[in-house]
């Protein structure tokens, strides 16, 4: 981001702190429903879902060790990181061993699976299967299309996904017990779907000592919609919320002792992020093309203001994020260095981001810039590549050098391959060409869509697609020439970087202002200094207050989109080593050339000038001209 936007943001985040209260004696009736806190933060409300192997998990209710593949219960606290209901209105809660839970999740062909681990002093269930938000239960909310609508799933009848609860014994809340069929519309109205240890959906829990212990497992075709062709599977991103009621026995139902005015003494929340109020389906349909690409809704806080209350524990839009891991045979491995504005609590697309390299196998580790330079020259030590996160302030990763004094790039001379999505650290870091002060210049670079007049008025429309150039690199493998990979317009990086760079694609379509760009080891930058290891510059723009005024979100990529991310950061690790081979076939009137592992260039001397030929491997030259033509392969590596 550019200083001045840093400031706004700073500005913004402040009023975001959340006030947690760790104390065990938690005043309910002061809690604000309204309020930001842990449950709204990004950071706080996304994870990374392992896939497993098949049946590997069993519903049993009992939570084997690592059969989660590994992943991190998350605790959820009242007074720590909860979101708690406003009622009913003597509603209670005595600490952690009243109520506080655990939950796991993992995938696998077929099932997401959501393993629980309760405290709670009194364990009761003695209401109806659709009544167990009156019992010991948890409740499930999903936004399986991610579309973020301010609804309420107990009244939309989502054809897929929805909300249910499952209570501690593993029984679940849309199923009709007597009946044995299908009973509340509220959970994949379209699906035909059956409870039961053979069925689409099975929970199996008990109490246990201190509390209660479930599990359960919900078929993914409970969740993928045929019109959508959504899998959940491969970086797959859900909406998800889970919640918890507590019922000890005090309330008007069978076993209660009747000194309460309900059964739920408490219910609270992992997640509930803001939403914009008022956007929902029928909202959009008032909308034409043209104002739905400009998410008006973002821009109107009189109609449609950024919202947290009780009935976004219950919507989309409040829910958090879950992202599937990748199949075993689609997972790529190494270490990533994330380099953030916060690694307490990352922002805008940083977490999505972040949760999307889990799921493809990488680790990562999140560091915060703007520290002594020390620190991130030693932080870079272990790792296989740096990411910088737009999120940034770009002089968190430059020092100042020289007499006169200029600011450089941290990394400079350090030898590990670096990516960077933040465009206004590019021009000190000499990638691109910029003004002799280091100014920021939009004729030179920067991020698409923006009001300074020094923007060329070509890079100020609002934009989805970019172009690749070089066909033949890894990075833009298995994609079309004109790539579109926002699913909403939004902004692109650009830059003007060195002759020696390889340009994957451009802003335009007559190749100006490259969006993504590569220096391999040993190319010169636009300064002439010489890279020791693969410097980056990626596309994946910021806010551009002229076309998309708001901060990116991993939910703007098209699938296109986060290919062409993960085959660079793929590319930049730089595992798929192939040695670049060559040969040329005469058999024909012209000649072809199959080769593979680089880019093919040619010269018309031995010892000229190549420069890239832009057809794919086998290329055939049916006419050749002049009299002689060389060919070479150059490695990507
Ligand atoms: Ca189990
Ligand atoms: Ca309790
Ligand atoms: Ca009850
Ligand atoms: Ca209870």
């Known amino acids: 981001m550019t200083a001045a936007q840093k400031n706004v943001l700073i500005a913004s985040t402040a009023t975001l702190l959340p006030c947690i209260a760790f104390s065990q004696a938690l005043d309910l009736a002061a809690v604000d429903p309204t309020a930001a806190g842990p449950w709204s933060e990004k950071a706080r409300t996304t994870l990374m879902v392992p896939k497993v192997a098949n049946d590997s998990i069993t519903a049993d209710g009992t939570l084997g060790l690592n059969e989660y593949g590994g992943f991190t219960g998350v605790t959820v606290t009242p007074g720590a990181n909860a979101w708690i209901l406003n009622w009913p209105e003597d509603r209670a809660w005595d600490g952690l061993k009243d109520s506080s839970f655990t939950f796991w999740l993992a995938h696998d062909d077929n099932y997401l699976y959501v393993g629980i681990k309760t405290q709670d002093d009194v364990v009761n269930s003695d209401d109806p299967n659709g009544n167990f938000w009156n019992d010991d239960a948890i409740e499930i909310v999903t936004d399986v299309l991610s579309d973020g609508f301010d609804n309420n799933t107990d009244l939309s009848k989502d054809p897929v996904g929805g909300h249910s609860y499952v209570n501690f014994q593993g029984r679940f809340s849309a199923w009709n017990e007597k009946a044995g069929a299908k009973g509340s519309p509220a959970w994949a109205n379209e699906v035909d779907w059956k409870y039961g240890s053979s069925g689409d959906v099975f929970g199996k829990g008990a109490g246990v000592a201190g509390g209660w212990q479930m599990e359960a497992r919900f078929h993914k075709r409970m969740f993928e919609s045929p019109t959508a062709g959504n899998k959940l599977r491969n970086g797959f991103r859900m909406g998800f919320n889970i919640g918890l009621d507590d019922d000890d026995r005090k309330g008007p139902g069978a076993n209660g002792n009747k000194t309460r005015s309900q059964d739920l003494e408490i219910q609270y929340f992992w997640a509930n992020r803001q939403r914009y109020k008022g956007f929902d389906a029928n909202y959009l349909g008032t909308l034409s093309a043209e104002e739905k690409a400009a998410q008006v809704w973002r821009t109107d806080p009189d109609n449609h203001p950024l919202v947290i209350d009780g009935m976004g524990r219950l919507s989309h839009g409040g829910t958090g994020e879950i992202i599937f891991g990748y199949d075993e045979n689609q997972k790529s491995s190494g270490k990533v260095l994330f380099v953030t504005s916060s690694s307490a609590s990352p922002i805008n697309s940083d977490p999505a981001l972040i949760a999307l390299l889990q799921a493809k196998g990488y680790s990562v580790t999140v560091f915060q810039a703007g520290g002594p330079p020390t620190e ?86 609002p934009v989805d697609s970019l172009y690749i150039r070089n066909v033949a690199h890894p990075i833009a493998k298995g994609l079309p020439a004109e790539a579109k990979v926002y699913s909403t317009p939004y902004s692109f990086n650009y830059g003007k970087p060195s002759a020696d760079a390889d340009v994957i694609a451009s802003t335009l379509s007559d190749g100006t202002y490259p969006t993504l760009f590569v220096y391999d080891k040993g190319d010169k930058l636009v300064d002439g200094s010489t890279v020791p290891n693969k410097r980056i510059g990626l596309f994946f723009g910021q806010a551009a207050s002229l076309v998309a005024n708001w901060a990116p979100e991993l939910g703007f990529l098209t699938e296109d989109g986060k290919t062409l991310l993960l085959n660079t950061i793929n590319y930049a690790i730089g595992q798929s080593t192939t040695l670049p081979k060559i040969a040329i076939d005469r058999s024909n009137a012209g000649f072809t050339i199959t080769y593979s592992g680089g880019t093919l260039q040619s010269a018309d001397s031995l010892n000229g000038t190549y420069s890239s030929e832009t057809g794919t491997s086998p290329l055939t030259i049916s006419s050749p001209t002049g009299p002689a033509r060389f060919y070479k392969v150059k490695s990507n590596q």
């Open 376 to 461: 991130l020259r030693n932080a870079i030590v272990g790792h296989d590549v740096v990411f910088i996160s737009e999120t940034i302030g770009s002089g968190t990763v430059l020092e100042p050098i020289g007499d006169p004094v200029v600011q450089k790039f941290i990394l400079r001379d350090s030898n590990i391959p670096v990516i960077s999505a933040e465009a206004y650290m590019w021009d000190n870091a000499e990638w691109t060409e910029h003004p002799a002060d280091y100014s920021n210049e939009f004729s030179f670079f920067g991020n698409t869509g923006r009001t300074e007049d020094s923007q060329p008025a070509s890079l100020k429309d």
